[in-house]
């Protein structure tokens, strides 16, 4: 990758190094717990679907089950081995059991550790041959359909009803979008359980459910045949069901899942243990299934100034890019996220957009960067606002980002309708075309301003870890470090559902990805 910006190669080794001591303290933790969240989605890959009675699913069941009667702290493929090597049934049936109250697992809480889990490799192997299968379908596709050199264009659907945004979804990719994203419904992160079948009301969203997802790729799948051209399909891993939904996400072929770090600490006060032993699984699953997560380093511009706060961004990018190599994710795989935020009527403010753009393009040369679109400060003057993401696509276009969410006109006035969407996607068409090799043609000047302002947000960036790196990761988000929002260590939402590792505690689902991936890598 060229060095435009003339940044400091020694610097950005040492920023890496810091955030890999940061990551790695924190996976310190993360390796000796388990979560609710962690144990339900062993029990999904386990096959594990459907609600009983009272519209509870299956896998809460099960776990709520063991939390009241048994030891959680054994991991539940403890229990299930020995479940179904003594009844001789899947554990489907054994779940329907459970939640009938005819079954209880706590007999099982004294059995000698579990050797091999015999017993459940059939299970396993059945679901992981399903996401093996749907790797290989998307690898057709984009083999047969080519990839873009010009970033994706992505915009987001978010009705409410999931058949009105499979029209929707449609729409856009006749219009020439790339990517769909299917917005969640708002709250969906707090919920300690993932909702059942296709949902038709939601706020601000559509619920993030299995079948919801079977749908919308099922409609995207057949919107790609007719373009010629594969259309990716995106929703959340996020929240108290982060690995929950990552699974289902790998099971129905979903290509990009939200899936960052910190954001769900910060912006919805999950608890910061929680999260990130959750994350951890989630990524790993993300890695096996080669899905593109998406960080969220875009929102702390929404709450910190642009300007000014625009080293915590690339300093969370390189937390979460150590993250994400902890849980062996490829760079090709790590979305790492960044915004176009800074005051419209600061003097020269498209330069200081286009030096950040152009040094994370620089710093992260592999990774499928995800740029969003100006919101902190649209207005309602649509035709103002169509100039600012005019701005934003040239700069998208000239450093050349990957995944390219699209600003709508009418963002600050009310949800976007097709049409303003339509706008966006010919907008976007038109400055892909007319600057795309402008990137190439232009050089910075190494006293000027672009270069200048690259140079101090990386040297800020690199005080900053080497503070992290002191406090640890806890107490820097404790200190408000990220979006200038603080958090409390055992505060927030979750910390109940995290739980101590047993001496005795395995989970062969994640021992079996982990060292497939491992293999396959060599």
């Known amino acids: 990758m060229e060095n435009k910006l003339l940044l400091n190669q020694e610097t950005i080794a040492s920023c890496r190094k810091d955030a890999k001591k940061i990551a790695d303290q924190v996976q310190s933790y993360i390796d000796k717990h388990t979560t609710v969240a962690v144990e339900r989605t062993v029990l999904r890959l386990l096959g594990i679907d459907g609600v009983d009675e009272f519209g509870r699913p299956l896998v809460n069941a099960v776990i709520d089950h063991i939390v009241e009667k048994a030891d959680l702290s054994l991991g539940v493929s403890h229990y299930m081995h020995y479940a179904v090597k003594e009844s001789e049934e899947t554990p489907q049936e054994i779940s329907r059991r459970i939640a009938n109250k005819t079954l209880d697992l706590s007999v099982y809480q004294t059995y000698s550790p579990v050797i091999k889990h015999d017993a459940l490799q059939p299970f396993i192997e059945k679901t992981l041959a399903r996401v093996d299968a749907m790797k290989e379908l998307r690898k057709g596709w984009i083999e047969r359909t080519g990839k873009k050199d010009t970033p994706s264009k992505y915009v987001i659907v978010a009705t409410g ?200 393009r620089e710093i992260f040369p592999n990774s499928p960067l995800k740029y969003m679109p100006p919101t902190k400060h649209m207005t309602g003057d649509i035709f103002k606002g169509c100039v600012q993401d005019a701005l934003f696509n040239a700069v998208s276009v000239s450093t050349k980002q990957s995944i390219h969410l699209l600003g709508m006109m009418t963002e600050a006035i009310h949800t976007p309708f097709m049409s303003d969407r339509a706008i966006a996607l010919n907008i976007a068409s038109y400055i892909e075309k007319a600057f795309k090799n402008f990137g190439d043609d232009i050089q910075f000047k190494p006293d000027g301003i672009i270069v200048k302002r690259a140079q101090d947000v990386l040297s800020k960036a690199w005080h900053l870890l080497k503070e992290i790196k002191e406090e640890g990761l806890f107490k820097a988000l404790e200190k408000g470090r990220f979006a200038e929002i603080s958090r409390k260590e055992d505060g927030g939402k979750g910390l109940h559902g995290v739980f101590l590792k047993h001496q005795n505690y395995q989970n062969p689902i994640l021992d079996l990805l982990k060292s497939r991936m491992k293999e396959g890598s060599r």
């Open 161 to 360: 009803n999931i058949y009105e945004d499979m029209k929707q979804a449609v729409s856009a990719a006749k219009k020439g979008a790339d990517i769909i994203a299917v917005i969640r419904s708002t709250g969906q992160s707090l919920l300690d359980y993932v909702p059942f079948g296709a949902t038709t009301e939601g706020f601000g969203g559509t619920y993030a459910t299995q079948e919801n997802f079977r749908l919308m790729r099922q409609a995207l799948d057949q919107v790609s045949e007719e373009e010629n051209r594969y259309i990716k399909l995106v929703n959340y891993a996020s929240g108290l069901c982060m690995p929950e939904i990552a699974a289902m996400g790998a099971i129905e072929r979903l290509d990009m899942m939200l899936n960052d770090s910190l954001y769900g600490i910060i912006f919805r006060d999950i608890n910061m243990k929680r999260t990130l032993v959750d994350q951890y699984f989630s990524r790993v699953i993300s890695s096996y299934a080669e899905i593109i997560i998406n960080t969220g380093e875009d929102n702390y511009l929404t709450t910190s100034d642009a300007f000014d706060h625009a080293h915590t961004v690339l300093a969370s990018q390189f937390i979460n890019e150590q993250f994400a190599k902890n849980a062996g994710m490829k760079e090709s795989l790590m979305g790492l996220g960044h915004a176009y935020e800074i005051d419209p009527n600061m003097e020269n403010s498209f330069l200081y957009e286009l030096a950040q753009a152009e040094m994370a």
